[in-house]
């Protein structure tokens, strides 16, 4: 689910803001980049939560600053797998204000922070309450359309 949020989220993003940007290596809107960046924010939020005994203003800002990081990094390491794998550059912020090089920019950096602190706060609560109810099969379904796409962008690139 967090995938396709991302998805949605960059295709908006990409039609409203950079319309030259390429949002993706695979076909469907199950780009696993953007799981990995949900449970980078789940792991870290649970473990502030949990580990520190400070005030819940202060453990949003410590997940606020960590996700910031973490995610600029996973932002970077992606641009820099997908240009070394595929030989293709889909984002470039080397026009943006503050970056640093091609796959990092302050502006892209907060509102990936900005946004990790609604999938905390929003979006994860509701997010268990939904998944619980998805039959098993569905879940099957959705892996075996995830496998072809992956099977097609390997055959087809």
Not at 66 to 77: A, D, G, N, Q, T
């Amino acid at each position: 689910m967090n995938s396709f949020l991302g998805f949605l989220l960059e295709t908006g993003l990409k039609t409203f803001f950079f319309p030259g940007m390429n949002n993706g290596i695979l076909f469907g809107p199950w780009i696993p980049v953007y799981g990995f960046g949900a449970v980078v924010i789940a792991m870290v939020s649970k473990f502030i939560f949990h580990r520190f005994q400070i005030s819940k203003l202060w453990k949003t800002v410590l997940v606020f600053i960590s996700v910031f990081f973490l995610l600029s990094l996973l932002e970077w390491l992606g641009g820099v797998l997908i240009e070394k794998i595929f030989h293709k550059v889909f984002w470039d912020y080397r026009d943006q204000k503050y970056n640093i090089g091609p796959y990092i920019s302050l502006g892209m950096s907060l509102l990936w922070g900005f946004i990790s602190l609604l999938l905390v706060y929003v979006v994860l609560p509701l997010e268990e309450k939904v998944i619980k109810k998805i039959p098993r099969w569905v879940s099957i379904l959705v892996l075996c359309f995830f496998l072809v796409d992956c099977g097609l962008t390997l055959w087809l690139t």
